[in-house]
């Protein structure tokens, strides 16, 4: 494989878990803090936001930055953003009325833990909020740049990007759907907000057109990825170690890629986006060795 | 009182109308047409915001902005934006886990029309593409101005501001509210999305600080009056003139402020602010006619 040593690997878990601290403080910065009548929501939206998660999407934004010398207090609220919007989404997706789910990241859901009223309003806090930190002189100097962040991340979380996968997955229960429109579902569903998290950096970095290009196929392809590994742990997972319920798509007839390629060939499609991907970015040489690394570690993930 | 004339009333009305007229094409130009897989969450949307509101707060955005002189086709958007925030808030209060309201100006409301799901979806939608409007280099040439929108609509309609007064009201039906209390709750469920109605004229005509304290007071004043008569509407309406369920926020024990000052003293309260709101705007004269002749126009509201 492509990658460059086993070595990347044990710097990429390091690389992941330092960005992670940074959003995490970030996040709990500013996050309210709970107070007066209304910190019930509060609450549940810091209940909901700071649990512990991978950040995955903060680490594509500062490091996608990184390659274009953006100093890391700007990528890391970006990437507070894009977390708390991330979450908002698990939030929402999580309700009896959508997925269901009374289990995330290995605790009650938000829905249980609280209710589904206070759920409802901490998942809409915290979308309203991941813009507002976007739009705050704090992110970047030039609004120009600010502008455009929250436009494309209005766009890729809108009805022509996530909404439109979560809205395509409901329809998904009342018909089986086609291998092509299982794709569009997984790439609007959870490609698009890894579309926007390289492009952050760009648009941060003031990037060439080129650089656009590279890192947007490096999302789209670290994306599908990302997706055929998380249905093969769906498939083959264990609950203890996913933190949720496993087994749950295939009984509940959500749509996946696993029914089209097959256990195998599902693995075969991940390493060769893996590959694609990292190759993708060769032209940026030691300062990607991180990204480059990152689909490689999603092939044997096991949360 | 002192409203100017009774004319004024009639050209109140015929304002009003055309100012929905545009805003509607607006929001009719900007909403998604629905298509492709996720066609349901878009015609969603476009149910529950092209519903022939009466777009009192796009009123407000584009009759604040034309006392410094902005373009309408700047204000209009900004009109549709806040619209589309105010919609997408309709559609989750409404939600069974909220209010539980199956009519909404005289219509089934939106998951009644389509299910639960994807009126959670809409109504995500619409926040989110609210913001999208604002960033749109079409709303205002500054990018600086339109980020300033941004982060006041996200601060308005946040933790500290809709959405915490939205929280409050779910809290109150566990426990009964002092008048204190109710007020705070009115103010950010209702009154912090006209404030920002107001501010966000001031924004795009880059007023001064006194006009932004003018509009301001006036905006408070307006909510507040605002959300008296319809209280008193609620409290003693009529269900096929208001177009929803009346009589019903006694029934669940919500917070009003009818309680605490009593039916007369509630109208005489809510004149009193009129007439405070009319004589704020005293310095702007012409311009602000129909800003001035607004609040005693709820005075004798039936919807």
Same mark, same amino acid.
């Given at each position: 494989?492509?990658?460059?040593?086993?070595?990347?690997? @044990?710097?990429?878990?390091?690389?992941?878990?330092?960005?992670?601290?940074?959003?995490?403080?970030?996040?709990?910065?500013?996050?309210?803090?709970?107070?007066?009548?209304?910190?019930?929501?509060?609450?549940?939206?810091?209940?909901?936001?700071?649990?512990?998660?991978?950040?995955?999407?903060?680490?594509?934004?500062?490091?996608?930055?990184?390659?274009?010398?953006?100093?890391?207090?700007?990528?890391?609220?970006?990437?507070? @953003?894009?977390?708390?919007?991330?979450?908002?989404?698990?939030?929402?997706?999580?309700?009896?009325?959508?997925?269901?789910?009374?289990?995330?990241?290995?605790?009650?859901?938000?829905?249980?833990?609280?209710?589904?009223?206070?759920?409802?309003?901490?998942?809409?806090?915290?979308?309203?909020?991941?813009?507002?930190?976007?739009?705050?002189?704090?992110?970047?100097?030039?609004?120009?740049?600010?502008?455009?962040?929250?436009?494309?991340?209005?766009?890729?979380?809108?009805?022509?990007?996530?909404?439109?996968?979560?809205?395509?997955?409901?329809?998904?229960?009342?018909?089986?759907?086609?291998?092509?429109?299982?794709?569009?579902?997984?790439?609007?569903?959870?490609? @698009?907000?890894?579309?926007?998290?390289?492009?952050?950096?760009?648009?941060?970095?003031?990037?060439?057109?080129?650089?656009?290009?590279?890192?947007?196929?490096?999302?789209?392809?670290?994306?599908?990825?990302?997706?055929?590994?998380?249905?093969?742990?769906?498939?083959?997972?264990?609950?203890?170690?996913?933190?949720?319920?496993?087994?749950?798509?295939?009984?509940?007839?959500?749509?996946?890629?696993?029914?089209?390629?097959?256990?195998?060939?599902?693995?075969?499609?991940?390493?060769?986006?893996?590959?694609?991907?990292?190759?993708?970015?060769?032209?940026?040489?030691?300062?990607?060795?991180?990204?480059?690394?990152?689909?490689?570690?999603?092939?044997?993930?096991?949360?």
């Amino acid at each position: 494989m492509s990658m460059d040593t086993a070595a990347d690997f @044990a710097k990429l878990q390091e690389t992941l878990k330092a960005c992670a601290r940074e959003v995490d403080a970030t996040l709990e910065s500013v996050l309210p803090k709970p107070a007066d009548l209304q910190a019930r929501v509060q609450e549940a939206a810091r209940y909901s936001t700071l649990s512990g998660g991978k950040r995955l999407r903060p680490f594509l934004v500062m490091q996608s930055a990184q390659l274009f010398g953006v100093k890391p207090e700007y990528s890391r609220r970006v990437g507070a @953003a894009v977390e708390m919007l991330h979450s908002y989404s698990l939030v929402h997706d999580d309700l009896p009325c959508m997925d269901d789910d009374d289990l995330r990241r290995g605790r009650p859901t938000t829905h249980k833990a609280f209710d589904e009223a206070t759920a409802v309003l901490a998942g809409d806090a915290l979308l309203t909020q991941a813009f507002e930190v976007l739009a705050d002189p704090g992110t970047h100097p030039s609004a120009e740049i600010r502008c455009r962040l929250v436009t494309h991340l209005a766009q890729s979380s809108g009805t022509f990007g996530m909404i439109g996968g979560q809205m395509i997955d409901m329809e998904a229960e009342k018909r089986t759907l086609e291998p092509d429109e299982i794709r569009l579902l997984q790439r609007l569903k959870t490609g @698009a907000l890894f579309e926007f998290c390289c492009a952050a950096g760009v648009i941060l970095g003031e990037g060439s057109k080129t650089d656009h290009d590279n890192l947007l196929s490096y999302a789209r392809d670290f994306g599908l990825a990302f997706q055929i590994t998380d249905d093969l742990l769906d498939a083959l997972g264990d609950a203890e170690k996913a933190g949720k319920a496993v087994g749950k798509d295939a009984g509940q007839g959500k749509a996946t890629l696993i029914g089209a390629y097959g256990i195998e060939g599902a693995r075969a499609e991940a390493e060769r986006l893996a590959k694609h991907a990292a190759d993708t970015l060769a032209p940026y040489g030691d300062k990607a060795r991180a990204l480059r690394a990152l689909p490689f570690s999603l092939l044997d993930r096991q949360s």
